[in-house]
């Protein structure tokens, strides 16, 4: 049922403008058109550029955002860690007393002097605060059993989590980088706010300078938002399988 919609937006994407006036948003156009896709073709070098630019983003930022988020929440899940609760504290309080828009904008452009700049953009997706109480939360169900079995036979804390750890947590791993994804891939407000570039825009900000400009323009539109959609539907259906299997182990489903 989820992919009818998207159906119902491709199906617009080909329609004729004239046939859309005329009989309104059909999953079967009177009259065809590709004058949308022609146009997206035409501006194929600016969407290439774009894309690569959100490819690059969400791809560094998840992969860095799983680097850090595994490990401070397998440190964090460990029982014999003596600063587990003020760490706990020190992810826990910008949870819920986020600086917000301005302060993030501040630090990263003024502070930081990384606007129009790539890491403006991936920095901000490294840390989430979710992530980590969702790992910690993963980790402290791993078997006492096998764990105590590595302590045993000399593996460091560094080997028992590289080893035995992260392979334990496939499915979590993969529950997060499609969360991850789809934040980075479809993050719109940032991206705006931080780069002033061509040269550092994303897809969803070319995306929307088209709605902004081509707003009457509704086959256009639709086109757009096929092409912005389409590598996420990829990405979720293959890995569906341990996004479900993440859910349940972990008990999100209550």
């Known amino acids: 049922m ?15 403008e004239e046939s859309i006036r005329v009989s309104g ?36 930022g998840t ?29 826990f309080i910008p949870m819920i007393f986020n600086g917000g828009m301005v302060a993030s904008y501040v630090v990263n452009a003024n502070i ?20 980590f109480f969702l790992v910690k939360q993963f980790c402290e169900q791993l078997p006492d059993s096998i764990l105590e079995a590595a302590r ?14 992260l392979p334990l947590s496939t499915s979590i791993l993969v529950a997060m980088g499609i969360l991850t994804v789809l934040y980075a891939w479809n993050d719109l407000l940032w991206p705006i706010i931080v780069t002033s570039s061509d040269k550092s825009r994303v897809l969803s900000v070319f995306i929307a300078a088209i709605k902004g400009e081509h707003n009457n323009k509704l086959p256009l539109l639709m086109a ?29 489903k209550d």
């Open 152 to 165: 045993i036979d000399g593996c460091s804390h560094l080997r028992i989590y590289l080893k035995i750890a």
């Open 2 to 16: 989820a992919i009818i919609p998207v159906l119902f937006v491709f199906m617009i994407s080909i329609s004729s």
């Open 224 to 252: 757009g938002g096929t092409l912005s959609v389409m590598p996420m539907i990829v990405c979720f259906i293959l890995g569906q399988k341990y996004f479900v299997t993440a859910i349940t182990m972990t008990g999100l």
């Open 63 to 91: 992969v860095l955002g799983l680097a850090l988020t595994t490990t401070m929440g397998y440190v964090l899940s460990r029982p014999g860690f003596k600063l587990k609760g003020f760490y706990t504290w020190v992810v």
């Open 112 to 131: 930081l002097n990384m606007k129009n700049t790539i890491w403006a953009l991936i920095i901000p997706k490294i840390a989430v605060a979710y992530n």
């Open 25 to 60: 948003y059909s999953f079967v156009p009177q009259s065809f058109s590709n004058s949308a896709y022609m146009f997206l073709w035409n501006e194929r070098a600016t969407i290439l550029s774009a894309l690569w630019i959100s490819v690059l983003v969400t791809v560094s």
